[in-house]
Nanobody, 123 residues
């Protein structure tokens, strides 16, 4: 059974940094795409970034490109999201997800989800 567990969220001041981690277990993830999504109160869940597990090819949403960087460590079955220059509008619950679909940016493409980790950015 696939299990995804996020960690690393918290409260940070605007301009600060956080590194989110996602521990993946339950199977080998070769052929998978791993992604980060976020959901702010009253808003829909939105795509942040994704990485192909095998190749490491990554995708970042344009509005966060340059501030957020996704990476993975295959040997440890871990995925990360480095977030720099955080803004109050980055406040949300951040979710780790796994997909076998070639599509990487829609929630429907992901079959497995973690419980989420709260990120709060104060002004």
């Amino acid at each position: 059974q696939v299990q995804l567990v996020e960690s690393g969220g918290g409260l940070v001041q605007a301009g600060g940094s956080l590194r989110l981690s996602c521990a993946a277990s339950g199977r080998t993830f070769s052929g998978y795409t791993m992604g980060w999504f976020r959901q702010a109160p009253g808003k829909e869940r939105e795509f942040v970034a994704a990485v192909r597990w095998d190749s490491g090819l990554s995708y970042h949403t344009d509005s966060m490109k340059g501030r957020f960087t996704i990476s993975r460590d295959n040997a440890k079955n871990m995925m990360y999201l480095q977030m720099n220059s955080l803004k109050p509008e980055d406040t949300a619950v951040y979710y780790c997800a796994a997909s076998v679909s070639w599509n990487y940016s829609t929630t429907e493409a992901y079959a497995y989800w973690g419980q989420g980790t709260q990120v709060t950015v104060s002004s």
